[in-house]
């Protein structure tokens, strides 16, 4: 990851943007996913339609907030509004889950997992499982530079305020056509011209917004024996930005008396987009069965005399 600095003012809002992917279903599960810092729900598309598409069930997969905005928005996101976000999110798939009286599901990629995680232990009545999609408490994947571990410092100096990473590859895919095109868009984009970061996610990654995350992951590990539904772990043993130690720290620590752990050979972070995607929607469509219980009895009538 690259250095670079810039003092970025106050920047105007851009919109209409899109909530997210909402896709409808009448399967016996409803599934909410949140995408990671700085990407965007497209990165959960193929995972969504595949639940959608094989299992029926209705995927949520909303907007976390100011992702798609400028950079300079993005990066005045505090820990407390990405947390009520994922919250209001939620709210909306649950409401979903309970008029129709059948499970809700949760996960996410990245930071999505490590909000999924606060979501299961704050409401615990109302999540029958999480899954945790290349989960990131700590940034120990091979591609991370040394000095990111000073990266915490920055949260007491006025360094954080025009610091940025600029992406570099392999850009969380070990998939080459998919990294080939992603290369291709980033390098459209500077800190002051963002393209279109609705659909592609950002190439920078403001160290102010690391130091939010920070308040979420120290949040998300003293929780983790609170999460007592069943949790899905899926883990790239090669994950360039978040290494196995993440899924096993989670492993280890949840309440929860159903725990599996998916260990993948041939992806990096973006599990959910690259080489192994199908294996990945295939695990969680299982997990979803697994736990997806019957119709309501309101339901199953007026589906009866429909």
Not at 208 to 234: G, N, S, Y
Not at 246 to 255: E, H, P, S, T, Y
Request: proline fraction near 6%.
């Amino acid at each position: 990851m690259a250095v670079e600095w810039a003092w970025i003012g106050r920047q105007s809002r851009v919109g209409p943007l899109d909530s997210g992917i909402f896709l409808p279903g009448e399967g016996n599960c409803v599934v909410m996913l949140l995408h990671g810092l700085t990407g965007s729900p497209a990165e959960l598309g193929y995972v969504a339609r595949y639940l959608q598409n094989r299992g029926g069930y209705a995927v949520h997969c909303p907007r976390l907030v100011n992702h798609g905005q400028p950079i300079g928005i993005l990066a005045r996101t505090n820990w407390r509004q990405l947390h009520e976000s994922a919250r209001d999110g939620f709210l909306q798939a649950r409401q979903l889950a309970r008029s129709r009286g059948i499970p809700l599901v949760i996960g996410g990629l990245s930071l999505g997992a490590v909000l999924s995680l606060l979501l299961a232990a704050e409401f615990p009545d109302d999540v029958a499982g999480v899954a945790c999609l290349a989960p990131t408490l700590f940034y120990d994947g091979w591609s991370i530079p040394w000095y990111h571990k000073l990266l915490p410092l920055a949260d007491y100096t006025p360094l954080k305020y025009f610091t940025y990473f600029r992406e570099e590859e392999p850009f969380g895919l070990r998939n080459e056509s998919l990294r080939q095109k992603v290369a291709a868009q980033y390098a459209s984009m500077s800190l002051h011209e963002p393209g279109n970061a609705a659909a592609a996610g950002y190439a920078h990654f403001p160290v102010r917004l690391f130091c939010e995350m920070q308040h979420l992951v120290r949040w998300c590990k003293r929780i983790l024996p609170d999460v007592t539904a069943p949790v899905l772990l899926v883990q790239a043993e090669h994950d360039d930005v978040s290494g196995p130690r993440n899924a096993r720290f989670i492993f280890d620590r949840v309440g929860s008396a159903r725990r599996e752990l998916l260990w993948l050979k041939h992806s990096y972070h973006l599990v959910c987009a690259d080489i192994e995607r199908s294996v990945v929607a295939d695990h969680l469509l299982r997990f979803c069965r697994s736990l997806a219980g019957p119709r309501s009895a309101a339901r199953a009538k007026s589906e009866l005399h429909a």
